[in-house]
């Protein structure tokens, strides 16, 4: 799971100095085990690279887990 960690906050390092070259910054991960911010096992969850929020929360996160909980506005 540090893995994951990882690569969350290299993409959100990635999204928060050249985000404004790109429409979209998307990271996608299957809730396979259901603990991905409360929601159903088995559905997708999806984090908006481009929001300062989401780039806040990923940054502070001890675990992917917690980084997906941030509230998806889409």
Known sequence: MATALGKLKGLADFAHEFGDHFVRIDAISKN???????ATKGTLRLLDMTDPEVWRVV???SSAADAYAVPSKK
């Open 32 to 38: 396979e085990k259901g603990d991905l911010g409360g």
């Open 59 to 61: 940054r502070e996160s």
